[in-house]
């Protein structure tokens, strides 16, 4: 028997939007996101505590993520 308590970050966006002159670009923002970050459990790191007792063929595991990007318009 365990304690399957868990606490876990899904997800997280962070930008920036850098103040430009309006002659070229009209808005410039830089951005980073990420997916399944972090989670705290006292559960074995085996088990997946979203996936419950039923683990079977329709389970996947959680990739964690990260993307990072420029927003440019004009």
Known sequence: ???????????????YTVPVSKRYIEKLRFYISGNDIWEHSDI?????????????????????TWSFGVNVTL
Do not use: S
């Open 44 to 64: 074995l790191k085996v088990f997946d505590p979203e996936a419950g007792n039923n683990v079977g063929r329709n389970y996947y595991p959680f990739f964690r």
């Open 1 to 15: 028997m365990q304690n399957a308590a868990y606490l876990r970050l899904k997800n997280i966006t962070l930008g």
